[in-house]
């Protein structure tokens, strides 16, 4: 095996060869494929499962064999990138949406769009129709199958709302209405809110209470951002109001959760996975919690983000194996296995919409945030972002909260900084 | 003749050489190279010319990275310094086991890996209720966010870089002051000369070069300064920096256009004008070694 | 009287002052170990964890990394990495050390100009062609890939030649009127006197090997050759589910090594600075 491996290096200046030589001898020779994953789905539970799935595959296909590799999040694209680099490529391989634009730049992922419409009908019919289309960045261009993903969720720490008098029975329904609650918990000497200006994807939850996937994004053709100054100086006036509020951590921070659970913060908007820290803390310290829809600015209307892992193929001569392998682990019966056993959202609608997963309360609740939420950087796989477009965002919704900016001249300035950031 | 003369010379010096043209001096000319060039890794590379530098120089990020590492270099290489040498000092005047004992626990800081120590200096730099803020609400002062107050985030950084490194320029300090023939201090003893005195004389004299090893490699790596704002931050290859870019360095913002926008002609670019900068400070400590060392 | 006292004034100082450094470098390494022996979901940052409260819980997490990862054989992989690394920094480096501290030959200062100079380029220029060089000689996930490229280390070369720098010229001449060749001077005059130096890299070294992350995370990319700081990656992802305290378990095991390492070979450092202290 590890000779296989050094051929396979040594080769690697000529692929081009290789590939064509070794495309006719694939079916009959053993075949290892390489699949990487997130580290969190390589670990206990999720591991098992994985390699269940992996197991059923390779019976039905005799003489291969799948390895799965898991790796940290920047990891990953750091290791796809080299890959790529070097011609090492993983076959399959997860990442998230929002790095497709590179992975396509340094041709690690392959167009599967005639592959994916020569599927039975019913098969795609089983996805979730927004999540697909952001594996497509043309309409004959498919880049990925659109795999795990979330919706932001709105944890409310119960014992905190209740000690501010709040009646926690029914979730804000509206955002002045949390705002109310909010100025409430922080009168009665408690946090309400991490800092939301401090993190991209908060300063993005936010945005959306106001606005929505038309407002948000960007416009790739002329290299602009597509948010709309009305309603960011909204947004703005927002993050001012909190200011005072807010417990000035970010909501990643693991001071965050700390707040939350010693009860000192009462609200943490944030992804599903936090969970386990809190249900841990349910159980030991008698931490009192849920979680609930982000509210908006009307009633109806939900904040919050939301984001899928992709799994995508490489060109080369196993990619139609690998293809296959990644239609099998997102197909309905192994999507809806994987939502039951660690009660997390994905991408397969059908999977969700089955009896036994759509009775887990933390997927009831995620299948509805992401139903009504904002794609966090859509749209995937044109163009790669630029560094200093997340951080002029997070930078001037700082200013404006610390009060350098008035929401309005903070909102034109950071469109301005924005616009001149894609034009680079 | 000559060849046969300086022959061994050369062979002792052939391993270094030969591994160190293959494993820095070429990949660091292929860097120069791609420096000029459009290059993702996989594409062939297209000559851009000086576009990569031009971007690179107009860049707000440059600017502020840039801003940062000098403030940065200008507090934490001579605070490190001194309290290194401070450590040692101390260390040399406890004798047998509790030497052993300081001289350890000094340095055991050095042994974590860098990632270890900046994931524990998150925690105790919380807000509210850090420790340190914690120690802080004791003596009734308000609580600080060290690490996204852009007032106190460069030297949260400082704090914990001193922390990590002190141990170990202690210990080459140490080495250095071993090596300080004894029979220095007892004529100056004799001579009549206070402690303070001999410090002054004898043992900051007979130190200058490990001192200046110690400057110099602290300076040249505070340049690069990468791990631990990289973590302090909570940073990945698409945000980094923290809070309105107070801890952006170079470095990191090199790592963010290379693997985070995969644009390695750019990043390699970067490189270059950082190590212009860290060449010039070096040459700077060079020519005053050699003026000190003519006066 | 005053005499009498000034000394002792100054010994309760010094060892106040040696004290409370020792808590401020120790504390924050003990505070981890105590939220590592804590029951999981209790809060991190609050209280002032000044004991473990949950031995069970500790060993629990522990063995449920173990038993999760492969953490045993990325011990081994990065011993091994360590282990050769200083070896090959060592030898290699002493070798040329010797040269450029001690002699003179044409070609030095502009051969010793470029190593030095190559300490001021930072790794991530050279990343990318290391990286690709290091494929195209098939090494990508072997141990020699991880291994060969980091034995050049100009730092080791700076190091030594200070040191080595400090050897009387009279010494090395006497060594050459009594008949010793070039190697042997190097091997029974040169590595002798610069003992201290060399275990002192040789500890520095393996520190810089233990906590290197970037370089194995590109060229081992497959589990069978993660080092320790790659699985200790594994727990680190900011979004993964991983509770804080498993994270701080995988954390703490990475250290461990290190601090043994440096507790057996502070013996030998002790044992070569009193050498030296008698010679010189």
Redesign the interface.
């Known amino acids: 095996m590890r000779t296989l491996?050094?051929l396979r290096?040594?080769i690697?200046?000529v692929v081009a060869l290789a590939a064509i030589g070794s495309a006719g001898i694939a079916a009959a020779e053993d075949v290892k494929l390489?699949y990487w994953v997130?580290?969190?789905f390589?670990?206990?539970d999720a591991?098992a499962l994985q390699q269940e799935f992996i197991k059923e595959f390779t019976a039905k296909h005799p003489g291969v064999s799948i390895?799965i590799?898991?790796?940290?999040?920047?990891?990953l694209?750091?290791?796809q990138?080299?890959?790529?680099?070097?011609r090492?490529l993983?076959d399959v391989f997860m990442n998230a949406q929002?790095?497709g634009a590179?992975l396509v730049?340094?041709?690690a992922l392959d167009n599967l769009y005639t592959k994916w419409m020569a599927l039975p009908e019913d098969y795609r019919a089983q996805f979730d129709a927004d999540a697909l289309k952001g594996c497509m960045p043309k309409p004959d261009e498919l880049y990925c199958l659109p795999y795990t993903g979330f919706g932001s969720l709105l944890f409310r720490n119960l014992t905190v709302l209740e000690k501010a008098g709040i009646d926690a029975s029914t979730p804000p329904a509206t955002w002045d209405e949390w705002l109310a609650q909010m100025k409430k918990v922080k009168e009665a000497g408690m946090y309400a809110i991490p800092?939301d200006t401090?993190?991209?994807n908060s300063v993005a939850e936010i945005y959306a209470t106001s606005g929505g996937n038309d407002s948000w994004g960007f416009d790739w053709a002329n290299r602009k951002t597509r948010i709309d100054p009305a309603i960011m100086t909204k947004v703005l006036q927002k993050f001012v109001d909190m200011k005072e509020l807010n417990?000035?951590?970010?909501r990643?921070?693991?001071?965050t959760?700390?707040?939350f659970?010693?009860n000192?913060l009462a609200f943490h908007n944030i992804?599903p996975?936090v969970?386990?820290?809190y249900a841990?803390?349910?159980?030991?310290?008698g931490?009192k919690y849920d979680f609930v829809l982000i509210p908006g600015d009307t009633p109806g209307k939900t904040g919050g983000i939301r984001s899928y892992e992709m799994i995508g193929v490489a060109p080369g001569p196993h990619a139609d194996l690998a293809f296959e392998f990644a239609t099998y682990v997102t197909e309905k019966g192994q999507m809806a296995r994987w939502a039951k056993l660690?009660s997390r959202y994905n991408a397969n609608a059908a999977a969700m919409a089955d009896p036994d997963v759509s009775a887990l309360p933390l997927i009831k609740v995620s299948v509805e945030a992401a139903h009504g939420a904002m794609d966090v950087a859509a749209p995937y796989f044109i163009s790669?972002?630029?560094?200093?477009y997340?951080?002029t965002v997070?930078?001037i919704a700082?200013?404006t909260a610390d009060g350098e900016y008035t929401p309005e001249a903070g909102a034109k300035e950071m469109i301005t900084?924005l616009n001149d950031c894609l034009a680079? | 003749m000559t060849l046969r003369r300086y022959l061994p010379h050369y062979l002792m010096i052939a391993p270094f050489i030969i591994l160190f043209a293959m494993f820095f001096l070429y990949p660091i000319l292929s860097g120069l190279y791609y420096s000029f060039h459009a290059w993702n890794g996989v594409r062939p590379p297209e000559f851009i010319g000086l576009t990569n530098y031009q971007k690179i120089i107009a860049s707000r990020d440059f600017a502020t990275a840039m801003r940062n590492l000098l403030t940065y270099v200008a507090i934490t290489v001579p605070a490190g310094i001194l309290v290194a040498l401070g450590l040692a000092l101390l260390v040399d005047n406890f004798t047998g086991r509790w030497a052993n004992f300081f001289r350890n626990a000094y340095f055991m800081p050095v042994v974590l890996p860098a990632f270890l120590a900046a994931t524990i200096w998150r925690w105790i730099y919380a807000p509210n209720f850090g420790l340190l803020n914690m120690m802080l609400g004791w003596f009734g002062l308000p609580s600080v966010n060290f690490l996204n107050d852009t007032g106190t985030m460069l030297y949260a950084l400082v704090a914990v870089d001193v922390w990590v490194s002190a141990g170990f320029n202690m210990v080459i300090i140490l080495a250095g002051l071993k090596n300080i023939p004894t029979e220095l201090y007892e004529a100056a003893r004799l001579d009549g000369a206070s402690k303070g005195q001999q410090i002054v004389h004898i043992t900051i004299p007979m130190l200058g070069p490990v001192l200046f090893f110690v400057v110099t490699y602290g300076l040249i790596s505070a340049m690069q300064v990468f791990d631990k704002p990289w973590l302090l931050t909570g940073s990945s290859f698409t945000t980094y920096g923290g809070r309105r870019n107070a801890l952006l360095f170079p470095v990191m913002d090199m790592m963010g256009r290379a693997f985070g926008g995969v644009r390695f002609g750019e990043a390699a670019a970067y490189g270059f004008i950082l190590t212009v900068a860290i060449m010039v400070l070096t040459a700077a400590m060079f020519a005053l070694r050699g003026w000190r060392g003519r006066k | 009287m005053n005499r009498m006292s000034r000394p002792s004034i100054w010994t309760v100082l010094k060892w106040v002052l040696a004290v409370s450094i020792a808590a401020i470098a120790l504390f924050p390494i003990w505070w981890m170990i105590n939220v590592v022996f804590a029951v999981p979901g209790e809060p991190v940052s609050l209280n002032p964890r000044l004991f473990p409260t949950s031995i069970p819980a500790g060993i629990e997490k522990i063995r449920l990394i173990f038993t999760e990862t492969d953490y045993l054989r990325a011990y081994g992989i990065s011993l091994l990495y360590a282990v050769l690394t200083i070896a090959g920094v060592l030898i290699i480096g002493s070798l040329a050390a010797f040269e450029f501290a001690l002699f003179d030959f044409p070609g030095r200062r502009p051969l010793f100009g470029v190593v030095m100079l190559s300490l001021m380029v930072p790794t991530a220029v050279t990343i990318i062609p290391t990286y690709l060089l290091t494929s195209q000689l098939g090494w990508l996930n072997t141990m020699q890939g991880l291994v060969v490229p980091g034995l050049a280390s100009a730092f080791g070369l700076f190091m030594l030649m200070q040191f080595m720098r400090a050897i009387p010229s009279d010494m090395i001449e006497a060594a050459r009127l009594d008949g010793a060749s070039h190697f042997q001077i190097y091997w029974h005059v040169a590595l002798p006197l610069c003992r201290n130096a060399l275990v002192t890299l040789a500890i520095l070294t393996f520190m810089q090997t233990w906590g290197n992350y970037m370089w194995p995370l590109i060229v081992s990319s497959r589990p069978e050759m993660y080092t320790v700081g790659q699985v200790v990656g594994l727990f680190n992802s900011p979004l993964s589910h991983q509770t804080v305290d498993t994270v701080m378990t995988a954390n703490l095991l990475a250290a461990i090594p290190p601090l043994v390492f440096f507790l057996i070979f502070q013996r030998k450092i002790v044992a070569g600075i009193a050498m030296s202290g008698t010679k010189g």
């Not at chain 1, 790669?384 to 200093?388: A, G, H, W």
């Open positions: 491996n050094k290096a040594g690697a200046g390489q997130y580290s969190d390589a670990q206990g591991l390895e590799v898991g790796k940290g999040d920047d990891d694209t750091a290791g990138v080299a890959g790529a680099a070097s090492q993983p929002s790095v590179q730049d340094v041709g800092d401090l993190v991209f417990s000035s951590t970010s990643n921070d693991q001071a959760k700390d707040l659970i010693s000192q992804g996975w969970n386990p820290t841990d803390a349910a159980k030991t310290s931490l660690l790669s972002v630029p560094s200093c997340n951080s997070t930078d700082s200013a900084q680079r």
